[in-house]
């Protein structure tokens, strides 16, 4: 099975992952996109057709940007979305998984000219099933990827308690496994949690309820929560 994740890792040491998208989804997102701008510039040339020469000057003017910044509008402002992609849930990022920039969309989206080369973008189809992240040339140069985006996360319902910073022999593999649980204290019973808790004790120096609602505080604050 061919793995298509994507790993960065951060200067603070978090890792961060992504699914890279391939060929497919991305040649019928780019479809949609065409037919988007198809219909814009079908209107415009009904509206100005009453218009004659000057009709067609600003027909030709509004083709030229529609098909060169179009793309470079919506993921500079779209949250790296064209329509098309946003239809097939993909987006545009840097290559370290940071929203894209103005200069690396106009990079990627200027370089489709070369992808389009010998005809129908057979070349930026080719780099794109070659390169393991499926990146085309335009993606090379500017240094980005297209991912698919993973749907919002529902905000989990943290229990009512008065946060409390961590104690300072509390180790970041133990937040980590704190926060965990407080994520998935709905899912777990109120013993489950106690016998989690008591893992703890060498650190907290408490057991049962009382381990609990301490952890519970402590969580609370490494989750934001400052009383």
């Known amino acids: 099975m061919l793995d298509t994740t994507y790993n960065v890792e951060t200067p603070e040491g978090i890792d961060l992952r992504a699914r890279a998208a391939g060929p497919v989804p991305r040649i019928l997102a780019f479809a949609v996109d065409v037919f ?6 079908t209107a415009l040339g009904i509206g100005l057709a009453f218009a004659e020469t000057a009709g067609i000057g600003i027909w030709l003017v509004c083709s030229f940007l529609l098909e060169w910044f179009y793309p470079v509008f919506f993921e500079v402002l779209r949250g790296g979305q064209t329509p098309g992609k946003k239809a097939f849930g993909l987006m545009v990022v840097n290559d370290n998984l940071t929203p894209i ?3 690396a969309s106009i990079v990627r989206n200027l370089l489709r000219f070369a992808d389009f080369l010998p005809f129908a973008y057979a070349t930026g189809v080719i ?38 910073p ?9 937040q980590l496994a704190l926060i965990s649980l407080l994520e998935r204290h709905e899912d777990l019973s109120e013993a489950r949690q106690q016998e989690l808790a008591n893992l703890l004790e060498p650190v907290t120096e408490k057991r049962d309820s009382a381990a609990l609602e301490y952890l519970r505080s402590v969580g609370s604050w490494l989750l934001g929560g400052r009383g």
């Open 36 to 41: 988007y701008r198809t219909l814009i510039l």
């Open 101 to 103: 920039s103005w200069g």
């Open 127 to 164: 780099a794109m099933t070659l390169g393991r992240h499926f990146q085309r040339l335009g993606d090379l140069a500017a240094g980005t990827l297209v991912i698919y985006r993973d749907e919002d996360k529902v905000p989990v319902a943290l229990p009512d308690t008065t946060p409390l």
């Open 166 to 174: 961590p104690p300072r022999n509390f180790k970041q593999q133990d």
